[in-house]
């Protein structure tokens, strides 16, 4: 028998599009329950564990699969993570329509200035509504007085409307983890208006950066009628409907601490030295993207190409490693991308490979932890070149890892991290070949007091704004509360996701 669980008040209630955690089938068919990674992930999970919060979102299955125990794999995923986890299940349709329809073919390419790739299928916007409401619906269920909501990225904007509907009168915050596009670019978009009315039901809204602030704010004076922009600095505030909506920017970050302590253990730090070993008396330029066409991995082929043809003191003594992590894979664009890279991949090695050196090592999968840092404390340049990004956290794994403070980031200008970083990162335009072929040169050839000097400081401003800063950051402008406020509970035993009748309630919404 359990224990007696201990009453929680004024939780902070975390929504995304997927909760963190990846429910699959192994080879055998079993079912199984896996961390999940990316961004939100690494940043929240510390955040919340422990603290008597709750995550809802989609664990990644779809109602017609027949998930065997399923309350069994979410009891066990919830013990580890420290915190309730509420599934939200979605059909098949809403998983092609809301999620690969409107959310990654329409909102996605939007925000990153591939207007171009957007399919504005009015079936989309609907089935993203009905989802909305979903969340909704069971945030409402399990919101109690005092709690805080706090909304996460793209594919859940009309949260806040419907929960408004329904009376509930929270506070409620929302982080978009992308871009926010600028005016022109925004008004290609059918629902321009709703998004926007529909963001203006949140207490506060927070980007990225001032650029993404500025964007929006552009918008919202062209847009929409009667809203007053009152303020200066950091976070401003629109009066809106006998509403204050406060604005703001608020750059993510890592878990500084974790990051380099991880890179300090044992398993790294024999990771590190076996690529030593495995590439002597070369330097390891690193590059890991997910796959997706705004990360720049063809562009940053083409450049690496023509820095072996513009500087012959490169061969032999440097190599590309590259990961790609697969992601969307059955959608047609991603898979054509991916036979791109492939086949770039092929006519760079195939042109300069030499006996016992092959200038590109081509990795399609995703690195565990200890592989990941292994290659961050070893690389002697890591490439953060996307064509546009929200913030770009593997800049910030880097420098928390780079523990020999020898690394040099060649770092695109689109990403949201420069306004960070720009002193002291090498600053290229991503769609310039061979500006960043010369940024490639001049990072490998950097005098070590140089190289010093630059990651000093970047780790610097990485441990200063870590990801407790951004949660008090984000809090302090939402309720005027810190992460203390939220403290960690000893032998906290976290709820599981509802007792039986709430969890047929979730399914079936």
């Known amino acids: 028998m359990l224990e007696e669980k201990k009453e929680v008040h004024g939780r902070v209630i975390i929504l995304s599009n997927r909760l963190p955690i990846l429910v699959s089938q192994d080879d055998t068919g079993q079912w199984k329950i896996e961390p999940g990674s990316g961004g939100l992930v690494t940043a929240l999970a510390p955040v919340l564990k422990n603290r008597g919060g709750i995550w809802i979102g989609w664990p990644g299955t779809v109602q017609e699969d027949e998930v065997v125990a399923f309350d069994h794999l979410m009891e066990n995923a ?28 329409v909102l996605w390419p939007l925000f990153h200035d591939f207007q171009s790739y957007c399919n504005f299928d009015p079936e989309y916007w609907e089935s993203y ?18 709690d805080f909501i706090w909304v996460h990225d793209y594919h859940l904007i009309n949260v806040a409307g419907y929960l408004r509907q329904k009376g509930n009168r929270a506070k409620i915050g929302y982080f978009l983890h992308t871009p926010f596009p600028p005016l022109d670019i925004y008004l290609k978009l059918p629902w321009r208006f709703q998004l926007l009315k529909s963001l203006m039901e949140y207490d506060l809204v927070g980007f990225q950066t001032m650029r993404d602030r500025r964007n929006f704010l552009q918008c919202i004076r062209t847009l929409m009628k009667n809203v007053v922009v009152r303020g200066k600095g950091t976070v401003i505030s629109l009066a809106y409907e006998n509403r204050q909506i406060r604005v703001g920017s608020f750059p993510i970050s890592i878990d500084f601490s974790e990051f380099e302590n991880l890179a300090r253990g044992q398993e790294v730090t024999d990771g590190a030295w076996y690529l030593h070993e495995n590439f002597p008396e070369q330097k390891i330029i690193f590059g890991v993207d997910r796959l997706d066409y705004s990360k720049g991995i063809i562009e940053k082929l083409k450049a690496f190409r023509i820095a072996l043809e513009r500087y012959p003191d490169l061969r032999e003594k440097v190599i590309l490693v590259q990961v790609l992590v697969p992601s969307r894979r059955s959608i047609p664009m991603y898979a054509r991308l991916k036979d791109e890279i ?47 990004d929200g913030m770009n956290l593997v800049a910030k794994e880097y420098c928390a890892s780079n523990l020999e403070r020898s690394g040099v980031i060649v770092l695109s200008e689109f990403a949201g991290v420069v306004s960070q970083f720009y002193r002291n990162a090498i600053l290229v335009n991503p769609y310039d070949n061979e500006g960043v072929a010369d940024a490639i040169h001049e990072a490998v050839i950097m005098p070590e007091e140089e190289r010093r000097s630059r990651m000093n400081k970047l780790r610097h401003s990485v441990k200063k704004a870590d990801i407790y800063w951004w949660v008090n950051s984000f809090l302090s402008a939402a309720i005027a509360k810190r992460l203390d406020n939220f403290p960690i509970i000893e032998d906290y035993i976290p709820e599981d996701a509802g007792d039986k009748d709430e969890r047929k309630d979730d399914s079936q919404t």
């Open 129 to 146: 509504e009905k989802v909305n409401l979903e969340f909704a619906e069971v945030t409402h269920q399990h919101a109690a007085e005092g």
């Open 78 to 105: 919830i013990k580890d993570a420290g915190y309730r986890l509420v599934p939200i299940f979605l059909s098949q349709l809403e998983r092609e329509k809301y999620y690969k329809g409107f959310s990654n073919e």
């Open 342 to 388: 492939e086949r770039l991949v092929g006519e760079i090695n195939g042109q300069f490979t030499t006996h016992g050196w092959v200038p590109i090592h081509y990795i399609y999968r995703s690195l565990n932890r200890v592989e990941l840092l292994s290659y961050y404390r070893t690389a002697e340049v890591m490439l953060v070149t996307p064509l546009k």
